[in-house]
């Protein structure tokens, strides 16, 4: 954690780009959503390798979240497509997208507010599908140890049958988080992981992140507007600026890129 | 909300949340039992000679509620979708049963599985499309379901119109005695060990949030629909089995309004989202309008509305809802946030013990 970020991305660097040659978790393809007259995501491609932490950033409005919606299908793209593992999930529902490994962590944080934590890590188990069957079943003792396991993880062990809602903000950041890793997607889209949350509690979250995306081979793509938090934390970092993306490569060149400082800065 | 420290100090001392947390623990750990007992005990009063007149009667229309309450609460409580229209399947399965044992001819035992499986079929029908209304609207579409069965069974013929059908030769008390009483543990069961599975999860979990439980992989219209056609099958067979209990069914008493009412407010007094809550309801308030309706003849409704009220502002999770956050007040405390990691949090210069944050 201490060292320097530029040090730490390269060496993440590294380490994602060894699997390129197998197909992409995540590809999107000329992806375009229009709002009215709005054209709020144009023509965007994005790559995310097995393994790989990618950020995306860009100024307020650039079109972030509404990629995100486009890509988890809660919008559907006006054009363009979506690749999960090679397999094209354009236009699928919301639900199938989610079942084909595709996890979400919102923007403002959503937990099973009257359930208490370990039900809500219960649910987003998705081993054994939908089938009736393992739905009709208690949860068995490796579900349940699972459970215990990433409470203990994120150091909420001894809250697991407090109702989730009476937790403060940052816990339920983290119980979302370990909800995400119960589930173990293939991809987790992460939106704003650092928002809102203190400098202490933002160390641990880097830590949990990182510790995720090497002991559980968890693939990540977030949306963060800290700065720091996602130069510390990415392997690659895509930068859109109205709708377009103006950038993507190491934390160190986009630290160095002139548009994107000028995106962020409001100069065209 | 208070935290409830200064007031009720009297009931603190003798009711220390403690106490209240250990038989919730005992409840749980015992629930089977509990239910066996609660089986074997139900099973006497006819034994020990109680057969006919007037208590059987109210302890016979009390399980009736109970079992009504437990399948609204399934929808409205387990999944949040209150429905205004659940009257709809006891009509449905009220004149399924009218129509076979008098017209038709079928054992009553038989009638009154097929009046269960009409409002299934008719719940899976109307379900697809109410189901995607939320809050509001869907309250209201539930209630636009239940007068227009209503209308449709005042103009049919095979329904006996508005003057509705005569139910001659029925089984003997004790009969229906056994068979709402029957029908409302294994109900309790099934919801009880329902709740336990991944699927109650998912229903609790579309009550909390259904969008992030869309998010997560769940086709909600899907669980949605199969709880809404679970409480379709229990309040249709009760349906069923009232026609008979009453001899006399018309469009009035199939499709009751207040009795819709009445079962909402027996599972919010008793305690949404639990399998208990809604049988002490209907147990309570049942006895309660009984004792009402022959001591202050008129008044029931009066009253009625008033335990709602109460319990909306005084007791808004209900008798069950409110002893379990009265026992476990102190959890969130005890366990004491991040610090009960221990660990490397602990370590930490913790500038975080916001822990108001669900209150």
């Known amino acids: ?268 | 909300m208070s935290t409830g420290s200064e007031e009720g100090g009297a009931l603190r001392s003798i009711l220390p949340p403690s106490r209240v947390d250990d038989l919730f623990g005992f409840c749980g750990d015992h629930a089977w039992a509990l239910l066996g007992v609660g089986a074997v005990v139900g099973t006497l009063p006819p034994v020990f000679g109680l057969r006919e007149g007037y208590y059987m009667t109210v302890l016979t229309e009390m399980y009736l509620f109970a079992i009504l309450a437990l399948s609204w609460d399934l929808v409205g409580g387990q999944t949040g979708y209150p429905s205004f229209g659940n009257m709809a399947f006891f009509g449905i399965g009220a004149y399924t049963t009218a129509i076979l044992v008098k017209d038709v001819g079928i054992a009553f035992p038989v009638a009154m599985v097929g009046a269960g499986l009409v409002a299934v079929g008719f719940a899976s029908v109307i379900g697809i499309a109410v189901l995607r209304l939320r809050g509001h609207y869907f309250a209201i579409a539930t209630l636009g379901v239940l007068l227009a069965a209503q209308q449709v069974s005042r103009v049919l013929d095979i329904t006996g119109g508005a003057s509705g059908k005569i139910l001659l030769d029925v089984p003997p008390g004790t009969a229906f005695y056994y068979l709402f009483f029957g029908l409302l543990i294994v109900e309790m069961g099934l919801v009880y060990y329902l709740s336990n599975t991944r699927f109650g999860f998912v229903l609790n979990a579309i009550r909390d949030d259904e969008e992030k439980a869309t998010a997560m992989g769940f086709n909600t219209t899907y669980y949605k629909t199969a709880a809404w056609m679970l409480a379709a099958l229990f309040t249709g067979a009760a349906g069923g089995g009232y026609s008979l209990f009453n001899t006399f069914i018309d469009p009035q008493t199939a499709y009751n309004g207040a009795w819709n009412v009445e079962l909402i407010a027996m599972a919010l007094i008793g305690g949404t989202g639990t399998v208990a809550g809604p049988v002490i309801g209907a147990f309570g308030l049942h006895t309660i309008i009984e004792i009402v309706e022959t001591a202050f003849v008129g008044w029931q409704l009066v009253i009625l509305g008033a335990a709602v009220i109460v319990t909306v502002v005084g007791f808004p999770k209900g008798v069950v809802g409110s002893l379990g956050e009265y026992a476990g007040e102190m959890e969130y405390y005890k366990r004491g946030g991040m610090a009960a990691g221990g660990g490397e949090a602990a370590s930490d210069p913790e500038a975080e013990p916001e822990v108001e944050a669900g209150e």
Do not use: W
């Not at chain 1, 089938?131 to 215990?148: A, C, E, H, Q, T």
């Not at chain 1, 970092?237 to 994107?260: C, K, M, S």
């Open chain 1, 1 to 268: 954690m201490s060292e320097a970020a530029d040090a730490d991305a390269t060496s993440g660097v590294a380490e994602g780009a060894s699997p390129t040659d197998e197909e992409a978790v995540l590809r999107t393809d000329g992806v375009t959503k229009r709002f009215g007259g709005l054209t709020a995501v144009d023509g965007v491609d994005i790559e995310v390798h097995s393994g790989e932490i990618v950020g995306l950033i860009g100024p307020n409005g650039a079109g972030k979240s509404t990629l995100f919606n486009c890509i988890t299908g809660t919008l559907s793209a006006d054009e363009g497509r979506v690749f999960l593992r090679g397999r094209d999930v354009t236009g699928r529902p919301e639900y199938e997208i989610a079942r084909a490994g595709l996890g979400r962590m919102f923007q403002e944080t959503r937990v099973f507010g009257e359930m208490s934590v370990r039900k809500n890590l219960l649910v987003a188990a998705q081993e054994g599908g939908a089938g009736v069957g393992s739905l009709l079943r208690r949860p068995d003792d490796r579900l349940l140890d699972r459970v215990d396991e990433l409470l203990a993880y994120v150091d909420l062990g001894g809250l697991a049958d407090v109702r989730a809602g009476r937790l403060s903000f940052g816990q339920q950041k983290l119980v979302e988080f370990a909800m995400e890793l119960m589930a173990e997607p293939d991809l987790l889209l992460m939106d704003e992981p650092a928002g809102g949350i203190n400098p202490s509690m933002l160390e641990n979250l880097i830590e949990y992140i990182r510790r995720a995306n090497e002991d559980e081979d968890a693939t990540i793509f977030l949306i963060e507007h800290n700065m720091d938090f996602v130069m510390e934390i990415a392997d690659r970092i895509y930068v859109l600026a109205h709708g377009e993306r103006i950038a993507d490569g190491t934390p160190a060149e986009i630290q160095n890129d002139q548009r994107v400082l000028d995106a962020y800065l409001g100069r065209e």
